[in-house]
């Protein structure tokens, strides 16, 4: 079974800006659904951002829409959540998850049942 592992986590001005990463033991991750969560303190697990390699369908939920951006690297073995603008209000657990391969999935979001291999979880804080 995979094992996401995330990575980038630490400390952040509000404005400024943060990379996350998520690779899983080497694998290839083509065509399979990546999701990044988060869970604030005293609030519920959310997705923020949650991507189907297999169409290219892609979640963003409202806060993050326009300042957070998923995207993998050439040898899709390392997804990054790139972090932009951020505040106080996205200081978080970020959490990666893998999802199915070879699925399409219509509508297309973060639904947690969607994705069934969990990482760790990297703290973010943002300072004001």
């Known amino acids: 079974q995979l094992q996401p592992v995330e990575s980038g986590g630490g400390v952040v001005q509000t404005g400024g800006s943060l990379r996350l990463s998520c690779s899983a033991s080497e694998i290839t991750l083509d065509r399979y659904a990546i999701g990044w969560f988060r869970q604030a303190p005293g609030k519920e697990r959310e997705g923020v951002v949650c991507?189907?390699?297999?169409?290219?369908?892609?979640f963003y939920e409202d806060s993050v829409d326009g300042r957070f951006a998923i995207r993998r690297d050439a040898s899709k073995r390392t997804i990054y959540l790139q972090m932009d603008n951020v505040g106080p209000d996205d200081t978080a657990v970020y959490y990666c998850a893998i999802g199915g391969r070879n699925n399409i999935i219509i509508p297309w979001d973060c639904a947690e049942h969607r994705f069934h291999s969990w990482g760790q979880g990297v703290q973010v804080t943002v300072s004001s």
């Open positions: 991507k189907n390699y297999n169409d290219g369908s892609t």
